[in-house]
């Protein structure tokens, strides 16, 4: 995925000499995930640079760049940093095309490695998806494979809106696939259904993916038909998609690695009660982590979902 | 000028004094009479917009607005200053600047009678909107600036804020970034001595906001507001700095607000009939009178005629401002997006059935 | 309203000296609201007073306050202000007690003015309830009257942990009430049912109770029962009064003035699956603002939820 | 102190140049040898701990780890001139301090093998636990400055940050705070030259850090960050300073990262060589080491013993964090509210039931 993201950055910093990629240690280091490792060398230090140590400065300025008329495309050097540039995020990058009247759209990409599961310290696992996907005037999208990473990045930058891109950093390095070298794009707002199934709907994404496709392996030992949806984008979100795929299946379970409450499991079960009420035959199920801060990584094994986890839970829900 | 008014050395950049007479011939800018004439006239309809607001607003025609009152020679210096391409990066006390920038007046009471069209600044060339979110915009000036910078353009970001902004940590994160990236940018704080309520001493201990300029080894200057001369110099010389790649200069302009915060505020709980009455001996359209009257550029009777076309202006653009309409459902949804993502299209579909079952209910 | 959290602040501040009462204007001139008023003469400069204009300090000295002992109640001028604290109000006051393993309990209470109604200008009139809801490590309320107002401060500033207390400013003087002049305190996680009813449960909470008693004016002339419950606490959520409401209604319908997606009403939606899902008998519906910024004055009577677009939507859900 | 130094005139506070030799008398602290000695002894200890540490991490026994190689003279100054009642407010470098605070290595390595507990710090009194999000600890500095000058206690606060950290928001909130409300924090800025391979050039275009106290109005000082007498001597002083209601003291540690930013890093991506001999120069132990020397109060074998002792320490310690068992299900949740939400205990109900399911599967 690491080759992913840097390949599409690469693909567009060629192609536009609007698009600007800064954030702290991107420059020179390549970013502390080596994301952006060669592009300084490659396209000079006046596309591709270190900032200083603020978020509010990133966010900031990258309005501004928007305005002017480049494609920042910042890095936030963990999701757990965002926050002090939430202001920015939710005041401005949100909504200066709103306030202009379309006159000044935002097109800023804020990519953030998010989630858990690398043995990191506090604030560095932490998965905000919902913080973000309930600001009006911001999308935001998640991939679960390079090949995702590269497509869903690249339609990022050609946006005109604000995207939060979030890396599951996970599985930066662990999913080895081929990806196109050219330039594709994937639209935003289109869930992809991995797995065809008729017993139970499970709708994952980023990290989770894997999680659950380990557990549709006990499943289908244990005889259970799981159809798996890989969600992509969190907002807009593919209402339809998922409806469809409950009125087949009437069960369906969220898998997130964020806090339970107030988040994107809840939102889904939302949806599915306006588009398939009548289909429903259990509970939407959330498989969430707990309402507490992620533990640090001697504890992190109690908060994160396993595919043995999933499993319990989807057994639970078909047997409801 | 950024030497010998280096800020360590606490001195105050004035040209003229209270009676409006030159104290400072050496920094004394080069004007036609005719600028200096049209600067007091652009004070004099900003004032009289101004107050005629503040009145509309007691008549319950507007909602809150924050007057310019006192301040008026620091948006009239910078509106003459900036030129077309040059960008505006404004606060939300700068009305004279984004006049002078092509923003009309009907939009400013559009936006302020809470229309959002009145922040779409239809004629207006390189201008964001207002920034209610103290001190965040200068952080946008630092990006417009950054771009300037690297499309290698010919152009100044004029960014404004107030002595209160100077505390958030976005001031110091802009005028940080402007530094390490030597972009042109021009950080106008309009030191007025006040927050809402809160005293420029409950802001900060330091001597004053130029020397702040000193922890981002930035040009700083302390330039009395409240003298149109010498803001026009100073941001000439600071926008001259900038054109030629020396980078950003922050500008504390001293002045006053001698009305209200906003409309909804009330200056007598927070401070004395005494202090107002110091500063009003610093007025800047009072100043600059004084001064066009002593060269004989300007009379009484000429401005009482102004003052009452000015008056009708105003009017105007209130009452057809005041026409504009009612507000459109598709404009709150529109803007939002480049393509409205489908829920929310629904979300319009279901507010419109409502709409038609409550009319067909009447 | 205004009075009652004055006299919440009175009492408190007067029985305990580790109070102490800061933010933005609301020492000497009172507040914007003017909650505050006279509490700076009454107990001196060093327990009620101004400080610089800056979110993050705010918070973050509070933290620190707590840290030491004090129980600092602190301002936000209003709800779409408290973005630049966000960092500290995530990573530190919702967290420090956790980190410390207890040792460092951040008795901290955020008071801000929230919703729209008021004519006021951009960003003044958000309701960001589910952000804060999502978090960790905090509490959410928010009262709709001035008794609730009260008793609910105090269990606030008496609590031990983090409380962002949320204040309906639409309705600040819109309600006179009698409110006992003692001190007296409503726990948290507790809904109050406000209107028993058989055919359709409403939750709401803040200014939004109002437009709901308008609705079921036009409900009962309709001759629809409404069981009316004011959440109180967002989070914890009394998920139990919820259930069992929705076990004898069968419908459930939300009104928040929030945004609609990955807000409270799809919590709520999601416990009522967990919690009564046999008992359902129309899809849980909510009843929100859009997914947009606030509009202006002008349009925000399209955004706000009136009396007769409830009553409207309970129509609907009742007849499903 | 503060005034003969005054950041204004560009001066370095230096009491010991680099072959341990005093070259300011003036400002020499009056110490008892034993206490120096200490000091050493403390810094060996620290580095030990260090760099051991280090090579468990490359064993695979401990997660990341943020070496204080280089900086070890702050820290240990700190902890010196810090009493009991004192607080100190870490950053996440500031080892030495910790110890010499009560913090024990053990407690210090269970937090970067993975568990909070690591952060209870039992024994130690008034201190933070460390604070991962860069600068933001330094506004808790002041609320509890505030608490103190409230309280009328004989406290001071020891809050530090690092170079990059100043760039943040939270670092001017927090100084200006301090300033306005003039209460008894001291600041301690270790300027190491680099964030994470952003170098200090980088981070702002102002002439060092000690300089940006102008901006607040707050005294400021740049130390010598390697030379612990210097350290010693400016702490005392602004404590001294603090302590007579004088209020916050900006103190810059000039000194340099002679490791890696943490156990993930590279350095050699990012600096040179010659650099790091350039730097080597001023070991601050190496420096301390040729005064005690010169004074004959140290001797090179007196350190073999002592480095063969700490060894043995810091692997006890070690073990003793190493073997300190599973993490319990109970640690994941009791500790966020006073009184746990009954839906979070019935999220701990539920994970316990598919513990148990699991178990049973076996
Ligand atoms: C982040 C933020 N916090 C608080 C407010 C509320 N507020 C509006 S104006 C104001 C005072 C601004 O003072 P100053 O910067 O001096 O500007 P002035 O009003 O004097 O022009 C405050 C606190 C806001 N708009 N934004
Ligand atoms: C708010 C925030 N942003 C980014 C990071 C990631 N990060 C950790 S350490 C570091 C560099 C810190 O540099 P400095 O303040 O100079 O301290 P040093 O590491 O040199 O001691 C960064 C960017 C963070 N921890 N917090
Ligand atoms: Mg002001
Ligand atoms: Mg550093």
């Known amino acids: 995925m690491v080759n992913a993201i840097n390949n599409a ?18 420059g020179v280091e390549g970013g502390v995930f080596r994301i952006t490792e060669g592009l300084q060398k490659k396209y000079g230090a006046d596309r591709v640079f270190d900032s200083p140590l603020a978020e509010s400065g990133l966010v900031g300025t990258a309005v501004g760049m928007a305005a002017a008329g480049l494609r920042p495309v910042i890095e936030m050097q963990f999701s757990g940093f965002t926050y002090p540039g939430f202001n920015q995020i939710i005041s401005h990058a949100a909504r200066m095309r709103n306030r202009s009247r379309g006159k000044y759209p935002m097109p800023i990409v804020i990519r953030m490695p998010y989630g858990g599961g690398i043995n990191a310290l506090e604030h560095h696992s932490e998965s905000t998806e919902a913080i973000y996907a309930q600001i009006p005037g911001v999308k935001v999208v998640i991939p679960s494979t390079p ?7 690249i339609t990022a930058i050609e946006s005109n809106d604000t ?19 050219e330039k594709f794009s994937i639209p935003f707002g289109k869930a992809n259904v991995l797995a065809k199934g008729t017993d139970v709907t499970v709708v994952a994404y980023g990290a989770m993916i894997r999680e659950v496709q380990k557990a549709m ?90 595919g043995e986890k999933i499993f319990y839970e989807i057994e639970k829900t078909v047997k409801y | 000028m950024f030497k010998e008014f280096d800020p360590l050395k606490k001195k105050t950049f004035r040209l003229i004094d209270n009676s409006g007479k030159v104290i400072n011939t050496k920094w004394f800018p080069d004007l036609p009479n005719e600028k200096i004439i049209s600067a007091y006239k652009d004070m004099l309809f900003a004032r009289t917009a101004d107050m005629q607001t503040v009145s509309y607003q007691r008549q319950g025609r507007i909602f809150t607005y924050p007057p310019n009152y006192g301040q008026e020679a620091i948006a009239i210096a910078a509106g003459q200053v900036m030129r077309k391409e040059d960008w505006m990066v404004p606060a939300f006390r700068e009305l004279g600047a984004l006049l002078a920038k092509g923003v009309s007046l009907k939009e400013v009471f559009l936006y302020f009678m809470g229309y959002e069209d009145g922040s779409a600044y239809k004629d207006a060339h390189h201008v964001l909107p207002m920034s ?55 950080f106008i704080v309009q030191n007025n001595q006040y927050g809402i309520s809160t005293p420029f001493r409950m802001q900060t201990a330091s001597d004053g906001i130029a020397i702040k300029s000193v922890a981002y080894g930035v040009r700083g200057i302390q330039v009395d507001g409240n003298d149109y001369f010498a803001m026009y110099a100073a941001l000439t010389e600071a926008a001259k700095q900038a054109r030629e790649g020396n980078g950003p200069t922050l500008i504390e302009a001293v002045t ?40 004989k550029l300007f009379t009484d009777k000429e401005e009482d005629k102004l003052a009452e076309q000015y008056k009708k202006e105003v009017e105007r653009q ?45």
Chains 1, 3 share one sequence.
């Open chain 1, 147 to 153: 090949h995702d990473a590269k497509g869903l990045l």
């Open chain 1, 217 to 306: 392996v006990l499943a289908k030992e244990a005889g259970i038909s799981v159809e798996l949806i890989d969600l992509r984008s969190i907002y807009p979100i593919d209402r339809d998609t998922i409806a469809e795929s409950v009125r087949k299946t009437g069960r369906i379970i969220t898998v997130t690695e964020s806090p339970r409450s107030f988040g994107v499991a809840s939102e889904i079960t939302q949806i599915i009660n306006e588009d398939a009420f009548l289909h429903l035959e259990a509970p939407p199920k959330r498989v969430t982590g707990f309402d507490t801060i992620v533990p640090l990584a001697k504890g992190e094994h109690h908060y994160m979902q396993s």
């Open chain 2, 132 to 186: 209610v979110p103290i001190a965040s915009q200068l952080l946008h000036g630092v990006g417009i600036g950054y771009e300037i910078k690297y499309r290698k353009k010919d152009e100044v970001v004029f960014a404004f804020v107030g002595d209160g902004g100077t505390s958030e940590g976005d001031f110091h994160e802009a005028v940080n970034f402007a530094g390490v990236w030597n972009v042109p940018v021009i």
């Open chain 1, 163 to 181: 995207v939060i891109y979030m890396e599951p950093k996970r599985i930066y390095r662990a999913i080895k696939q081929e990806v196109p070298e």
């Open chain 1, 9 to 26: 950055l690469d693909i567009k910093l060629k192609e536009d000499d609007n698009v600007i990629v800064y954030g702290e240690d991107v």
């Open chain 2, 318 to 362: 209130f009452v057809e401002a005041e026409n504009y309409g009612p507000y459109p459902v598709e404009d709150v949804f529109q803007y939002h997006y480049e393509d409205m993502p489908g829920d929310l299209a629904a979300q319009k579909n279901d507010y419109e059935r409502f709409l038609k079952w409550k009319e067909a209910r009447k």
């Open chain 2, 256 to 295: 006053y607000r001698k009305g209200a915060h906003t409309t909804s505020d009330d200056p007598t709980k927070y401070r004395t009939k005494e202090e107002e009455m110091e500063w009003d001996k610093t007025d800047p359209l009072t100043r600059l009178k004084k001064y066009l009257k002593s060269k």
